[in-house]
């Protein structure tokens, strides 16, 4: 099968594109997926340039990256029980995507995943949207879940037009029924935030949310920058960096179940998948999908779409 794969650490430049890449074996509990759509994610690019806390952990070289999918069932292990062949899914490759890695993921044509990773794509999205989703709609939900968010609370989104800043947004306010959504970004995504939302826009190119006189119930920090921001009593969510109690850093935990749980609010529209407008970029162009993700001014998911 063609695949992307990199044998060395590095920048994007160590992708390359093979052909002669074996389907990967599908274990009794596992699917095999023919992959429509792939999402990148900072952790792609983070593990692939081998930071130390992920080479640590990592599986042998040479790596298949991807984490995010949408894509068809086209077989089952004998163990599978809910899923079946031509089954639309969409869903994360691991469970534990820091600590356990696998040597393949969904930048190629097919592969493996554990039936439990997984959940039928909502039927209003195509695969491009669906794909966008799986990491940052359950690291959203997981971080607001822990932090005892609900509703009349208010909270602040650092990063409020990436991809997880986008859905934490929307499930802060149409979801978990947000008292008041302040949200940070450039000065161009400003509008943006409104219409994900945000009660409160905050360029942070002219305003340090720091000096604010209003504080917030939660901060659900995706940038490292929470300090004074939070009421007495309140609790900072980190994705980035360590924070003292009763903040808490997380990575988030896969879990198709989730994604079951969470299939409603696309599919009445009361999250959108928010995907950049320069994609989504095709299967041919990963290294330039790569290169601009990390630049570090993406709005929203990148997403690779047709796979072949």
């Excluded at 959940?119 to 491009?128: G, R, S």
């Excluded at 903040?247 to 995907?275: C, H, Q, R, W, Y």
């Amino acid at each position: 099968m063609k695949a992307w794969i990199y044998s060395e650490y590095g920048d994007a430049g160590v992708l390359r594109l093979a052909d002669d890449v074996a389907v990967p074996e599908v274990k009794e509990d596992q699917v095999l997926v023919k992959v429509v759509a792939a999402a990148l994610n900072p952790l792609d690019y983070k593990r692939r340039r081998g930071f130390i806390k992920l080479r640590a952990t990592d599986s042998p070289l040479p790596t298949v990256p991807g984490y995010d999918l949408g894509g068809i069932v086209v077989k089952v292990g004998v163990q599978v029980k809910k899923l079946k062949v031509g089954d639309e899914v969409y869903g994360h490759t691991c469970e534990k995507a820091v600590d356990s890695p696998k040597q393949f993921g969904s930048l190629a044509e097919y592969t493996a995943v554990e039936e439990k990773l997984l959940a039928l794509k909502p039927k209003n999205l195509d695969f491009t949207q669906a794909a966008s989703l799986p990491q940052a709609i359950e690291t959203a939900y997981e971080g607001l879940q822990r932090s005892g968010f609900d509703a009349g609370k208010s909270i602040l989104v650092l990063a409020g037009a990436g991809g997880v800043g986008s859905l934490i947004i929307q499930l802060a306010k149409h979801v978990f029924g947000s008292s008041r959504v302040a949200a940070t970004s450039s000065t161009a995504k400003l509008d943006l935030l409104k219409i994900l939302g945000a009660d409160l826009t905050i360029d942070y190119t002219k305003e340090n949310f720091e000096e604010l006189p209003e504080k917030f119930n939660v901060v659900y920090d995706a940038v490292g920058q929470y300090e004074k921001a939070v009421k007495e009593g309140g609790n900072v969510v980190s994705i980035t960096g360590s924070v003292p109690p009763p903040g808490f850093k997380f990575t988030m935990t896969s879990d198709g179940a989730v994604l079951d749980k969470l299939n409603p609010f696309p599919e009445t529209g009361k999250v959108k998948p928010l995907i950049d407008p320069k994609g989504p970029f095709p299967f041919s162009k990963v290294v330039e999908a790569f290169t601009y993700l990390e630049i570090g001014r993406a709005i929203g998911k990148v997403v690779i779409f047709p796979v072949p």
